[in-house]
């Protein structure tokens, strides 16, 4: 069973960064996608970003190219997203996802991590 657990959440000025980490356990990766995901309050979930777990492939949803960036450490099994130049509207709970390259849905989640980015 795949658990993916995230970390590095928390509350940061507009302009400021933060790393969020994802640790996956439960099976092998190698052909998977991870992704991660936010949800504002009162807001529905939306895709952030994504990385195919063997070559690395990312996308990313417009509202953050060019400032947020997925990547990962097969060694560790951990997905990272970093984020940069951060506004008050990347407010969110993110969570990590995860889904075979099979499937079309994201089948496995994290619990959510709070990020806050004050104005």
């Known amino acids: 069973q795949v658990q993916l657990v995230e970390s590095g959440g928390g509350l940061v000025q507009a302009g400021g960064s933060l790393r969020l980490s994802c640790a996956a356990s439960?099976?092998?990766?190698?052909?998977?996608?991870m992704g991660w995901f936010r949800q504002a309050p009162g807001e529905e979930r939306e895709f952030v970003a994504s990385?195919?777990?063997?070559?690395?492939?990312?996308v990313y949803a417009d509202s953050v190219r060019g400032r947020f960036t997925i990547s990962r450490d097969n060694a560790k099994n951990t997905v990272f997203l970093q984020m940069n130049s951060l506004k008050p509207e990347d407010t969110a709970v993110y969570y990590c996802?995860?889904?075979?390259?099979?499937?079309?849905?994201?089948?496995?989640w994290g619990q959510g991590t709070q990020v806050t980015v004050s104005s």
């Open positions: 996802a995860a889904r075979s390259i099979r499937n079309s849905k994201y089948d496995s």
């Open positions: 990385i195919t777990w063997s070559r690395g492939n990312t």
């Open positions: 439960g099976r092998t990766f190698s052909n998977y996608i």
